[in-house]
C-alpha cells in the first residue's frame, strides 16, 4: 500500500526567504505525485505534480519540485515566499495498480509566512 | 466557470440524526470523488464514482454512510444516523475521467459538519 510522510507539520519562515516543504512516500509500484495547496477555508488546489518525464516538475505561484526516486521524496521548494503563500500544503500520491486518481495524501505542512 | 460547488457550507446535527451532503460538480466531468479530513486522520478518500458509477467505496468507515451519484451533476453523501467523531470537514471534487492520470482533480469549498 502507498503511504505519504510530511516531515514537518509546520514550517515558519520570512517573508522573501527560501522554502523547502519535504514529501516522502512509500510504494512498490511506479507513482505519479502531487502537491496541493489549502488556503484558509477553501479546498484543495492543484499545485504540481509528476506524471513523468523531467524529475523537476514548475508549478502554478513560483512553486517546483523535484522527484527523487532512489530517496523516495517530492520535496516543494520556492525560491522567495511571499505573505500570500500561507497556507497548508499537502503532498499525495497514486499509482496505476491502485487507481491513478485515488490519492492517498500527507497529513500536511502548514506554512506560515512572517513579515 | 462555477467550479464543484457543494451544500452546505456548514452543518451543525445532533447525534442520531441524518445528514445528507450535496456535491454538484465542474460540468463535462466523468468523474466525483468524497473526501473526510479531519485533524487525527487527515485527508482521506472515502468514495469515487465515474460516469455515475461507485467505483470504489474501500474508504467508507461504515455502514452508518452512503453516497449516490443519481445523474452527471449531483451526488449527494448521506450519513444516518450521524455521530460525533462525524464532525469533520467532507469534500468534493471532480475530474473528466479517473482512467486518464493527467486530469487533475478540483476541489470544492467543503462542508464542515459538526455533530453535537
Known amino acids: 500500500a502507498q503511504s505519504v510522510t510530511q516531515l514537518d507539520s509546520q514550517v515558519p519562515v520570512f517573508e522573501e526567504a527560501p522554502v523547502e516543504l519535504r514529501c516522502n512516500y512509500s510504494?512498490?509500484?511506479?507513482?505519479?505525485l502531487f502537491w496541493y495547496v489549502q488556503y484558509p477555508n477553501q479546498g484543495l488546489q492543484l499545485l504540481l505534480k509528476y506524471l513523468s518525464g523531467s524529475t523537476l516538475v514548475k508549478g502554478i505561484n513560483g512553486f517546483e519540485a523535484e522527484f527523487n526516486k532512489s530517496q523516495t521524496s517530492f520535496h516543494l521548494r520556492k525560491p522567495s515566499v511571499h505573505i500570500s503563500d500561507t497556507a497548508e500544503y499537502f503532498c499525495?500520491?497514486?499509482?496505476?495498480?491502485?487507481?491513478?486518481?485515488?490519492?492517498?495524501f500527507g497529513q500536511g505542512t502548514r506554512l506560515t509566512i512572517n513579515p | 466557470d462555477a467550479g464543484v460547488i457543494q451544500s452546505p457550507r456548514h452543518e451543525v446535527t445532533e447525534m442520531g440524526q441524518e445528514v445528507t451532503l450535496r456535491c454538484k460538480p465542474i460540468?463535462?466531468?466523468?468523474?466525483l470523488f468524497w473526501y473526510r479530513q479531519t485533524m487525527m486522520r487527515g485527508l482521506e478518500l472515502l468514495i469515487y464514482?465515474?460516469?455515475?458509477?461507485?467505483?470504489?467505496d474501500s474508504g467508507m468507515p461504515e455502514d452508518r454512510f452512503s453516497a449516490k451519484m443519481p445523474n452527471a451533476s449531483f451526488s449527494t453523501l448521506k450519513i444516518q444516523p450521524s455521530e460525533p467523531r462525524d464532525s469533520a470537514v467532507y469534500f468534493c471534487?471532480?475530474?473528466?475521467?479517473?482512467?486518464?492520470?493527467?486530469?487533475?482533480?478540483?476541489f470544492g469549498p467543503g462542508t464542515r459538519l459538526t455533530v453535537l
Open positions: 471534487a471532480s475530474s473528466l475521467s479517473i482512467l486518464t492520470s493527467t486530469d487533475t482533480q478540483y
Open positions: 464514482f465515474n460516469n455515475n458509477v461507485p467505483i470504489d
Open positions: 460540468s463535462g466531468h466523468n468523474s
Open positions: 510504494s512498490s509500484v511506479s507513482v505519479y
Open positions: 499525495a500520491v497514486s499509482d496505476l495498480v491502485q487507481g491513478a486518481q485515488k490519492l492517498v
